[in-house]
């Protein structure tokens, strides 16, 4: 099984205040409130990526966010995946729909 | 009076102090001793000629005969591939012209310049030349030597007097290494005269260098096989060595001893395919054909360095151009075979 | 040399404004977070990442939107500590000035250091360490960029600074760019063109655009069949792997593509070309052809000098011809770098330096130039002295006896 999460948003269970402030320091944000973390700072993605594997026991992907249709999206799918250098970390893309379809191609052109 | 140390080279040693004592340039001593005459009337001159032919002679007795003992006051020996640029001849020649203006009569109103090898100078800095003659010519005179007028400017050519200097004649040139020779306390065996009037091609430096090197060889009697050591020793055989190795099929080991000449000896591409060109002629297992071909190779090769930008690029391809001609020449003699 | 030409889809579409810049959005906010509210608690910031990702771009339009404006300068350009503080210094303190005009648009000034580990090179002692002293005493924001931030030499600064890490840009946001650019330019594409141009440019925006221009420019249509001759594209390709492609090419066609996308130095390629050939060639009727075209290339950038940079193509065409005299007869061979020039003038200084000297002397008693001293009298004196070491010339000549050592154990010309 994947864990498949939104960057801008997504639960741990509770963690020791070592591996808090860890995650805190690899860039991190923790709102108290709604009791979600979020990512600030994408310098040390891969090791994000890594700890959060290790604290949920699977392996974690990232939903990516399409420019085009603005939708959230798995890398899971993408024909360039192996190509990637990038892969499962949550950065902006295209969907492999948006890509092929000339129509949504078409109206994204529209907003220049 | 400070005595002049006497000088040791005999070039320099012998070096005529007076328009006078010039042999061998008779037509050319006369109308400057007109000019000497009424030296207000000089105009700039221009010397031109193959080198060892008497032109720095001839300038530096006309400083002489002009100020006397004193001539080195009143004179500037510049050399144009010597010096850094334009810029630094020009101040060079401000700096002289400032301090060297006072103390001349109303006989010789002006001081000597005298400019060596301005052919090796660009077109712009011959340009910058002529402003810099026009602006100093009413306190100065200039003397240009170079070795080719025609790569001088127009506008500078028809600023000057102008006088050709052609080879020494080979019979004047042995009398005098003779002479020389027997002011010094050696007897030169004619036939030795003969070789180092061959090998100086119409060079009297060369000549008396060669002479001086074979006395340091040998006391009172310099003959033939003396000067056979000497003009080997004085010959260049690294090019000879890279020539062979090229046309022999080593171009790798050509191309190393190329490298060795630039580096250790400081040698300009051009200077070495000028080299090339005149060992070319002395080798003795190529027939004149051969000769023939080589020089055309090396003709355009000569040219493409002056277009190029890195002169050991087209040297190297030169080189394997010899050693392309070495292959066919071998191939075709196994053929014939 | 880009610069003759104008209509360089790379210049041409290089985005003005910050929301066009394909791709490192993430990068993108972090680095603004830091130019609008952070550039006075961390005074330096250190974009890195591969080239062509959109650093330059990012800096640029962020600055036009934000109103600074940008003292750029390029590292590699002039490296000396001296050179940095010469143009670091007085960009870093015009500050002052811009508060007595109290321009309202103006923010102010950020000094842009690109390719900062352009400076990490021996050569550049100090280099990182005047950045540093930049750092510490400048008065605006200092930006810098780097395509390798793993460079020992550059971690003094990674202390100091924000770093902004860039990707490489993922080939979707790649292929959607070419997409764009083939409508503005009315370039018909086949998809699988796109796709094949933004997979072989290894997430580099910028040759991934130069393939698509140098592909479809002249006949504004591109199949997947054009894009083959594309040749695999690697970041930062070195000199090895450019002259392995060159000798290694199997027809003209193949490494005039190669040549235009490498980013050697060409006079430096020139070299090692020249000084490699005549192992890719062992036959001498072959190795003459090469070095012909050699030739005429060295001639083409002699012309080109410094400003007829439209003769480049000319250039790079003749050194393709030598590439491919005989593509059949190539076997792998070890390489030959730097050139050999460039070692052989370096071992040879000190010797070059006391012939130097000794011509001077000669000169100044013959009254010849350093030229002729040196092919007129040195063979001569060389011979008299190896003769008679104690001859009288030494004295008067004014020779030093390392001079006399030098002369006497001189091998002829």
């Known amino acids: ?112 | 009076m400070v005595v002049n140390e006497e000088a040791l080279m005999w070039v320099e040693k012998y070096r005529p102090k007076t328009l006078t004592e010039v042999v061998g340039l008779k037509d050319i001593v006369e109308s400057l001793q007109a000019f000497m005459r009424n030296p207000k009337a000089m105009p700039h001159l221009m010397f031109a000629g193959v080198p060892g032919t008497g032109k720095t002679t001839l300038a530096l007795a006309i400083a002489r005969t002009l100020y006397g003992a004193n001539w080195k006051s009143f004179t500037l020996e510049l050399n144009a591939s010597d010096e850094r640029g334009i810029d630094t001849v020009r101040d060079r020649i401000k700096d002289f012209s400032r301090y060297s203006r006072t103390g001349f009569g109303d006989v010789i109103p002006f001081a000597l310049i005298i400019l060596d090898e301005c052919d090796q100078m660009t077109g712009p800095a011959q340009t910058a030349l002529r402003r810099i003659m026009e602006v100093g010519s009413r306190t100065s005179r200039f003397i240009l030597i170079c070795n080719q007028s025609s790569k001088i400017i127009e506008p500078i050519q028809s600023r000057c007097a102008i006088f050709r200097f052609s080879r020494v004649d080979k019979q004047a040139m042995k009398q005098h290494l003779i002479c020389l020779a027997e002011k010094e306390g050696y007897t030169l065996i004619p036939e030795a005269a003969d070789r180092i009037v061959d090998f100086a091609e119409g060079d009297l430096r060369h000549a008396i260098n060669a002479l001086q090197t074979a006395s340091a060889y040998k006391e009172g009697v310099i003959d033939e096989k003396t000067v056979s050591l000497v003009i080997g020793e004085a010959s260049p055989s690294q090019v000879q060595k890279m020539i062979r190795k090229a046309l022999y099929g080593d171009f790798m080991e050509a191309r190393k001893t190329m490298y060795d000449i630039m580096g250790s000896f400081g040698f300009s591409g051009t200077e070495i395919i000028r080299q090339v060109q005149r060992e070319i002629f002395k080798m003795s297992d190529l027939t004149a054909e051969q000769k023939a071909d080589l020089s055309s190779i090396i003709g355009e090769y000569d040219y493409r360095i002056t277009q190029g930008a890195n002169s050991d690029i087209q040297l190297s391809a030169l080189l394997a151009q010899f050693a392309k001609f070495g292959k066919g020449i071998e191939e075709s003699y196994a053929e014939t075979k | ?413």
């Open chain 1, 1 to 112: 099984m994947t864990i498949v999460l939104n960057c801008k948003g997504f639960k741990f269970p509770r963690v020791d205040r070592e591996k808090f402030v860890s995650l805190i320091h690899l860039g991190l944000d923790y709102d108290r409130n709604t009791g979600l973390f979020s990512i600030k700072s994408y310098n040390n993605i891969e090791k994000v990526i890594d700890t959060a594997s290790d604290i949920l026991g699977d392996e974690v992907v990232f939903l990516q966010n399409c420019i085009r249709c603005g939708k959230d999206f798995p890398c899971r799918g993408c024909n360039y995946i192996e190509l990637c250098a990038t892969k499962n970390l949550p950065f902006s893309c295209v969907c492999p729909q948006c890509l092929i379809d000339r129509k949504n191609f078409e109206t994204y052109l529209t907003k220049f």
């Open chain 3, 1 to 413: 040399m880009q610069k003759q030409n104008n209509l360089l889809w790379v210049e041409k579409y290089r985005p003005k404004k910050i929301d066009d810049i394909t791709g490192n959005d993430e990068a993108k906010a972090l680095f603004l977070e830091w130019l609008k509210n952070k550039r006075h608690t961390k005074k330096a910031v250190l974009l890195y990442g591969s080239p062509g990702v959109g650093k330059t771009t990012l800096v640029l339009a962020a600055s036009r939107e934000l109103g600074f404006s940008v003292i750029e300068m390029n590292a590699s350009d002039t490296r000396s500590e001296k050179a940095i503080n010469a143009v670091a210094k007085p960009a870093t303190s015009y500050k002052a000035l811009d508060n007595f005009t109290e321009n309202a648009k103006a923010s102010g000034n950020v000094l842009f250091l690109d390719e900062v580990d352009g400076i990490a090179g021996n050569e550049d002692r100090g280099g990182v360490n005047a950045i540093l002293k930049v750092i510490e005493e400048s008065l605006v924001p200092i930006i810098m960029a780097a395509n390798d931030p793993d460079i020992e030499k550059l971690r003094p600064l990674k202390k100091v600074c924000l770093l902004v890490r860039f990707q490489q840009v993922r080939i979707p946001l790649i292929i959607a760019l070419l997409q764009k650019i083939c409508m503005l330019e009315h370039v018909s594409a086949e998809f699988e063109a796109l796709e094949r141009i933004a997979q072989n440019s290894k997430g580099d925006v910028r040759s991934a655009i130069n393939d698509l221009q140098s592909l479809s420019e002249e006949n504004h249509s591109l199949t997947l069949q054009d894009t083959m001759l594309l040749t695999s594209r690697n970041k930062d390709i070195s000199m090895d792997e450019t002259l392995k492609r060159y000798f290694s090419a199997q027809n003209i066609a193949e490494t005039s593509t190669m040549l235009a996308f490498s980013s050697v130095d060409y006079d430096d390629f020139l070299l090692s070309v020249g000084d490699n050939l005549p192992k890719r060639y062992p036959d001498a009727f072959e190795l003459a052809k090469a070095y012909d075209y050699v030739s005429q290339a060295d001639m083409f950038r002699g012309r080109i000098g410094t400003e007829n940079w439209h003769l480049l193509k000319y250039f790079y065409n003749a050194l393709t011809k030598a590439s491919a005299v005989n593509p059949q007869s190539y076997k792998p061979f070890p390489f030959i770098t730097p050139p050999i020039r460039i070692i052989t003038l370096f071992w040879t200084k000190s010797k070059r330096n006391t012939l130097d000297a000794i011509c001077g002397k000669i000169g100044a008693q013959c009254h010849v130039s350093h030229k002729t001293a040196k092919h007129d009298f040195i063979p001569y004196i060389r011979a008299i002295l190896q003769k008679k070491p104690k001859s009288p010339l030494v004295g008067w000549f004014k020779f030093t006896p390392e001079e006399v050592d030098f002369l006497s154990k001189m091998s002829r010309f």
